[in-house]
């Protein structure tokens, strides 16, 4: 109880000018949303564009794969380097702009384990589609791992940030009410 009341009266103390910590203004946060929304749908064409045009030519070639890991290891055992950073770089390249978007989008979409249920749902919803709808596309379970994957990298690396700079917290941390 104490604690409470220190802390109410450290920070009644202090003026709005003085609070570094509170982030941008209403009318920034606003816009960075509405800009990471289209970003959002930006990259939605862009995945659909990737993921989702038939290739006739490769339908004799692709197969269904629901075995973690088969294609990971498929790919390393190329002789061709090229193909395989192109394969698994690309993939976990594609997986970035859930982990940098989704906590501008949202403040409720924060957090590890809420980027990686996000990304899990949308690329398995794009490979059910790819392995039932498109011509020449094969459901892989390890093109979602390495998207979600790219999705935790870019929330590690830059997302989280991103998210508490555009979306402060409301409310302090329970360690942070010390007593005065």
Do not use: C
Request: proline share 7%; aromatic share 6%; net charge positive.
């Amino acid at each position: 109880m104490t604690s409470r009341i220190g802390w109410r009266r450290a920070t009644a103390d202090r003026s709005e000018d003085e609070d570094p910590g509170r982030g941008p203004g209403p009318w920034l946060r606003v816009f960075l949303a509405v800009l990471a929304v289209a970003a959002m749908v930006a990259f939605g064409v862009v995945l659909a564009r990737l993921t989702l045009q038939p290739e006739p030519a490769s339908d004799a070639l692709t197969h269904t794969n629901l075995r973690p890991g088969d294609s990971i290891r498929a790919y390393l055992a190329q002789p061709a380097f090229r193909d395989t950073v192109k394969q698994l770089g690309g993939n976990i390249l594609l997986g970035v702009p859930f982990g940098l978007l989704l906590p501008v989008v949202s403040p409720r979409t924060r957090g590890f384990v809420r980027i990686a249920l996000l990304t899990v749902a949308t690329m398995l919803l794009v490979e059910l589609i790819q392995g039932a709808l498109i011509t020449g596309r094969a459901f892989d379970i390890d093109d979602v791992l390495l998207n979600t994957a790219g999705a935790l990298l870019g929330y590690a690396v830059v997302g989280r940030r991103l998210g508490r700079a555009v979306h402060p917290r409301r409310k302090p941390r329970w360690w942070s009410l010390r007593r005065t």
